[in-house]
């Protein structure tokens, strides 16, 4: 069977492998991926950058799925059933992986397959989400309008947001933040954030703000510029292992609260997530701007780390799937 291997920097090549077997150990699945999307935190693995300590192993990177269950030896599934699967460490780049059961949850039948897989990075959103306060009648700034950022100017409009500002280098992303619900938004290669926040904020400046940008271009700086005092700063873009020179003290004087969030729950967020979804009370499909077959997986990755154009997700079908 076929798995993707990055053998040098921004260079990804289809390798053949054995076919996974089921351990002894009871409670696992064969899972087959059907329709994949790339994510920004697959592309230190592609570029092999400094946050990549070695070379990337056989099957990194890809971790948001949806596909079938072929083979079973726990309880908790059947051969054939349909499932959104999260790898350990974003090894999912394979044309069938093992996994414990638990790493499942079942793909509602009201949710087309080639949208299931937004279910995954949907549930991240809704995991930190809940870390905050009432968002209702709350001024929040998005620093990243990528793929999540346009996921949290969503739910942020559906939670009760009064302004939903969200920032960007690309134009193009904010073309769509507004469609995604955004109230406002900055380009931040043109004006000045700070001063256009200030200005949309009547220099209150936000009372929350998201940072999603992460990895080595982090804006932890920025965030606590834009935050009011007593203001909470959400970090989700995913940092490198350390960083240097935060403005401490001035989070330190505005007493603003840093608020983390990592890995959601297989028993809550990521099903209601799924829920969500299949009930229309977001829409996640407009989000994927382009499709590839997996025979394509180079040019796949190279689109989305070029982040041209009209590029916000980027999907990738696997051989099994089927549209029929």
């Not at 291997?5 to 150990?25: F, G, H, M, R």
């Not at 905050?132 to 309008?145: E, K, N, R």
């Not at 947001?161 to 193009?172: F, N, P, V």
């Not at 769509?176 to 700070?194: E, Q």
Request: aromatic residues 6%; charged residues 20%.
């Amino acid at each position: 069977m076929l798995a993707g291997q990055i053998t040098e920097s921004c260079k990804i090549e289809l390798v053949d492998i054995p076919e996974p077997q089921l351990p002894d150990a009871p409670g696992h699945i064969v899972f087959q991926p059907e329709v994949t999307c790339l994510c920004g935190s697959d592309l230190p693995f592609f570029e092999l950058n400094a946050e990549v300590k070695h070379s990337a192993a056989v099957g990194q990177s890809l971790h948001e799925m949806v596909g079938t269950i072929v083979a079973t030896n726990g309880t908790r599934w059947n051969v054939g059933d349909k499932v959104m699967a999260v790898p350990f460490d974003q090894t999912g780049l394979f044309e069938r992986y093992v996994l414990p059961e638990d790493r499942a949850v079942a793909v509602d039948p009201r949710v087309p397959m080639e949208v299931g897989m937004l279910v995954q990075p949907l549930g991240t959103v809704i995991c930190a989400l809940k870390k905050l306060p009432l968002l209702i009648d709350q001024d929040v700034v998005m620093i990243g309008q990528g793929p999540m950022g346009q996921l949290f100017t969503s739910m942020l409009r559906n939670l009760g947001a009064r302004k939903i500002i969200g920032i960007d280098l690309l134009q193009s992303r904010l073309d769509f933040s507004k469609r995604m619900g955004a109230t406002h938004t900055i380009c931040n290669a043109v004006d000045d954030p700070v001063e256009a926040v200030r200005e949309l904020t009547d220099g209150r400046m936000a009372d929350i703000v998201i940072e999603l940008v992460g990895h080595t271009h982090h804006q932890i700086n920025l965030s606590i510029e834009l935050c009011r005092s007593h203001g909470k700063v959400l970090s989700f873009g995913v940092p490198p292992q350390t960083i240097d020179n935060i403005k401490w003290a001035e989070l330190f004087w505005k007493n603003i609260s840093i608020i983390t969030s990592v890995n959601p729950t297989f028993e809550r967020d990521w099903p209601l997530a799924m829920q969500w979804v299949a009930e229309g009370r977001i829409d996640v499909a407009p989000m994927v701007t382009q499709r590839f077959p997996l025979a394509e997986l180079q040019q796949a990755f190279e689109t989305f780390h070029r982040r041209e154009g009209t590029v916000i997700k980027v999907a990738v079908d696997f051989p099994a799937y089927t549209n029929a």
